[in-house]
């Protein structure tokens, strides 16, 4: 499976951003588990944004509630994550993940990066001014 995100740049503090993530070759494993969005600040481990479950089901990390939102369209194979009200502490590069486990998905470990990820995409860049 190949993941590849697009749309990062450079906003201003209150600005909006739209991430997505064409996925291509899909397998069973995929289709019963979750994806995300991830990042990882300069100095900092990687931490979870937002995932969504095979049902729709969408969760977010308590630094971004309200204000993303993670979408899919199973047409187009394609991951969002549309970011409103950005903050300077938004600045990082995040990163399209998929086959997380509906098990981490479910309980919220999915925050802490699990190990057992499957997949990862190579990364965008937000970077937010204030």
């Known amino acids: 499976m190949q993941l590849a995100e697009s749309g990062g740049g450079s906003a201003q503090a209150g600005g909006s951003l739209r991430l997505s993530c064409a996925a291509s070759?899909?397998?069973?494993?995929?289709?019963?588990?979750?994806m995300g969005w991830f990042r990882q600040a300069p100095g900092k481990g990687r931490e979870g944004v937002a995932v969504?479950?095979?049902?729709?089901?969408?969760y977010y990390a308590d630094s971004v509630k309200g204000r993303f939102t993670i979408s899919q369209d199973n047409i187009k194979n394609t991951l969002y994550l549309q970011m409103n009200s950005l903050k300077p502490d938004d600045t990082a590069m995040y990163y399209c993940?998929?086959?997380?486990?509906?098990?981490?998905?479910?309980?919220?470990?999915?925050?802490?990066?699990?190990?057992?990820?499957?997949?990862w995409g190579r990364g965008t860049q937000v970077t937010v001014s204030s």
């Open positions: 993940a998929a086959e997380i486990g509906l098990y981490d998905c479910y309980t919220g470990s999915w925050v802490a990066v699990p190990s057992d990820i499957g997949y």
């Open positions: 070759g899909y397998t069973e494993s995929t289709i019963s588990s979750c």
């Open positions: 969504i479950d095979n049902d729709g089901t969408t």
